[in-house]
């Protein structure tokens, strides 16, 4: 039987997550909950819906949704759309199915081997020009691992550079299913200790650094990013560790370590899931948030890692990444 993921988002010709050209399969389902994560839909390892209140024109005008849910779950506050019942909801999409305006969305839609490779074998010519490939995010791929294991094998083949970006909250059985098929490995170090790793993404850090102390002891590149999140982990003392636990406990063997600046994104997502935005109250100022982020990437560069802002790892860096991860 076919393996079959659920992806919440396919962007093709995207430059961003590994070398040239690529195609990137975002895939539902994280163990890591952070609180500035930009992409909340890709949190949750099920298709569920997602309301936009601002598209729905009227129960008096449309109400094909008005009925639908066998649960009873869609609640209405002047005349259109307000909320999505999630204890309820069973996420049939039955609602999304009748929504003609949009304003009922659905995060996700299954995607076997075979109809990713069909996607991703279309712009293999960009690939072999470019030394890009395929890069699967996510939410996190290894909450799919069969699927990642088996759709690598067959880029393989085709001779298709692969690349895993994963949090690596995971135990080894699992990344070993697919880190034999892996070309290129995107992760980040969230931050240094523990205890405030846990307040702000739901799990500790130890697992995470294990498998990363691992992964620098074998053969396939890391990328290590660092989300820059103001008045969290920007201070140099969670810097300082970082730094000493990328040269003594990873001994060095990172390609790149790529900051990346923390942005308010994703907050019109977050409202579409009934779920509070908890970034919201971080302010800032923006031109002297960039120049803190610049004093962390000349400390590690003065420590001798090869650092970036942005995702780019030589020549021109893009400083306009948020942090995602």
């Known amino acids: 039987m076919e393996h079959k993921a659920i992806q919440f988002n396919i962007q093709r010709f995207t430059i961003h997550d590994g070398p040239g050209i690529r195609t990137e399969i975002f895939l539902k389902g994280c163990p890591l909950k952070c609180q500035w994560c930009s992409n909340p839909e890709g949190q949750n390892a099920f298709i569920e819906p997602g309301i936009y209140r601002s598209k729905c024109i009227g129960v008096s005008k449309c109400g094909d949704c008005k009925g639908i849910c066998p649960v009873d779950a869609i609640s209405f506050y002047r005349n259109k759309i307000c909320a999505v019942n999630r204890i309820k909801c069973s996420n049939c999409m039955a609602c999304v199915d009748e929504c003609c305006s949009e304003a009922i969305k659905s995060w996700g839609s299954s995607i076997t081997v075979s109809e990713a490779m069909e996607i991703i074998k279309r712009d293999k010519g960009f690939y072999d020009k470019s030394g890009g490939g395929v890069t699967v995010s996510g939410g996190d791929p290894l909450v799919w691992a069969d699927f990642v294991q088996e759709l690598f094998k067959e880029c393989r083949k085709e001779g298709i550079h ?130 803190q982020v610049e004093k962390i990437r000349d400390y590690f560069v003065g420590r001798g890692i090869h650092c970036t802002v942005g995702t780019k790892e030589k020549g021109e860096e893009k400083n306009d990444s948020s942090s995602d991860a």
């Not at 300082?240 to 900051?259: C, P, W, Y």
């Not at 923390?262 to 970034?279: H, Q």
Request: net charge positive.
């Open 162 to 291: 692969t690349c895993l970006e994963s949090t690596f909250h995971f135990e080894r059985w699992v990344m070993d299913k697919v880190l034999p098929y892996t070309d290129l490995i995107i992760s980040d170090i969230k931050h240094m200790n523990t205890v405030i790793h846990k307040k702000y993404t739901g799990v500790g850090n130890e697992l995470i650094l294990e498998n990363l102390r691992r992964l620098s002891e074998g053969t396939v590149p890391v990328i290590l990013r660092i989300p820059v999140i103001p008045g969290i982990n920007d201070d140099m003392k969670n810097m300082k560790d970082s730094a000493d636990f990328i040269i003594n406990e990873m001994h060095g063997n990172v390609r790149t370590l790529q900051l990346l600046q923390f942005m308010r994104l994703g907050e019109e997502k977050y409202i579409s899931l009934g779920r509070p935005y908890e970034m919201g109250y971080i302010k800032m100022y923006r031109k002297r948030f960039a120049r």
